[in-house]
């Protein structure tokens, strides 16, 4: 097993990997909108989606795959009127890949600035 780290002070903290690679899977951990000092992202929903992509995209390629190995994404958001912003960014991110995808409304994330944290899952070599 081969695993990656990113610049969440929470990884250390809580004692979890970005994202671990088993044989030809990659699952990104539950990845928030923090910026490289630790900060959270500012901005909307998009904003902070395309700094969640990003980390995980990052991570997965940091461990051999690549966004169109995606087949699975896991998106929290606290606000349903956000749903076709952060949805939207999705679609920019995955384009023809179209991974499954489930979009979950819950009651509050970890930072209470936070309107999306999103979880990936990657299969090298599929078809």
């Not at 929470?10 to 088993?22: N, Q």
């Not at 901005?43 to 992509?53: E, P, T, W, Y």
């Amino acid at each position: 097993m081969t695993r990656t780290s990113g610049t969440s002070p929470y990884e250390a903290l809580y004692g979890f990997s970005r994202a671990v690679r088993a044989g030809n899977r990659i699952l990104v951990a539950g990845t928030g909108p923090v910026e490289a000092d630790g900060a959270s992202t500012p901005g909307n929903a998009a904003a902070q989606a395309r700094r969640c992509f990003a980390i995980a995209v990052k991570a997965i390629e940091e461990l051999g795959g690549r966004a169109a190995d995606v087949v699975r994404t896991r998106m929290f958001i606290t606000d349903p009127a956000d749903a076709d912003m952060i949805g939207k960014v999705h679609a920019e991110v995955f384009g023809e890949t179209r991974p499954a995808a489930t979009m979950v409304v819950v009651a509050a994330l970890l930072r209470e600035e936070w309107r999306v944290e999103i979880e990936a899952e990657a299969i090298l070599g599929h078809d």
